[in-house]
């Protein structure tokens, strides 16, 4: 299987603090890694794609200084929420491939719930 | 622009066969994927199109025309567990996904 874990899987912070979320893929290594972020009854928006080693490509209107990203390993990759605001509320999945080209499947992670106060 | 069209919301009954209708607009293709997300979950993969024709796997079915730009998911024997959102999405040229904004499924008894 594919199998990619997030931690944590929900997490409660007070405006003004930075959050840190765990992307892991627990049995393959993964080529590059996904975080997306979605709000209540919309679609998935990807923010950005990090290969290992190298630094994250953000999508347009995604702050990098806000939403770091670090790709230390190929199984690790985590998204840090800097300086929370309460509009930062909401659902972040990361996904990984295994390897690049057409038929990489994206294997999804279960999501962290992010509630800023 | 790119493009990915799905109707927001369809509604059918257990025991039912549902098709959901995909069309895409994009710069290059390099494959279709429908994924099923629970409220609350992440997505899960359903199918992968990258040849037009029909994938089946089990009670889902995927299909995908690369001229017409259309692709559609169909579920068979419908139970409550299906309820969910569906998502289409298309790689492009530069192999990134682009994602549909995805069709809720409400299943009726």
């Known amino acids: 299987g594919a199998v990619v874990s997030q931690h944590p899987s929900w997490v409660i912070c007070k405006s003004g603090t930075s959050v840190k979320i765990e992307c892991r893929s627990l049995?393959?290594?993964?080529?590059?890694m996904f975080w997306y972020r979605q709000f209540p009854k919309q679609s998935l928006m990807l923010m950005a794609t990090?290969?290992?080693?190298?630094?994250?490509?953000?999508e347009q209107g995604v702050e990098k200084d806000k939403f770091l990203i670090n790709h230390a390993s190929l199984t690790l990759s985590t998204l840090t929420v800097t300086s929370a605001h309460p509009e930062d509320s909401s659902f972040y999945i990361c996904?990984?491939?295994?390897?690049?080209?057409?038929?990489?499947?994206?294997?999804f992670g279960p999501g962290t719930r992010l509630t800023v106060t | 622009g790119q493009n990915i069209d799905q109707p927001t919301e369809m509604t059918a009954t257990e025991g039912a066969i549902v098709q959901i209708n995909c069309t895409y607009q994009?710069?290059?293709?390099?494959?279709l994927f429908w994924y099923q997300q629970h409220a609350g979950e992440a997505p899960t993969f359903l199918s992968y199109?990258?040849l037009d024709g029909l994938e089946e796997k089990g009670r889902f079915s995927s299909f995908l025309s690369r001229s017409k730009g259309y692709s559609y998911l169909l579920l068979k024997e419908l139970q409550m567990k299906d309820s969910a959102s569906y998502l289409c999405?298309?790689?492009?040229?530069?192999?990134?996904?682009?994602w549909g904004a995805g069709t809720k499924l409400i299943i009726k008894p």
């Open positions: 996904s990984a491939t295994r390897t690049s080209g057409e038929s990489s499947e994206q294997y």
């Open positions: 049995d393959f290594q993964a080529t590059t």
């Open positions: 990090s290969n290992e080693g190298s630094k994250a490509t953000y």
């Open positions: 994009t710069s290059g293709f390099n494959g």
């Open positions: 199109n990258v």
């Open positions: 999405a298309v790689k492009d040229s530069n192999y990134q996904l682009i």
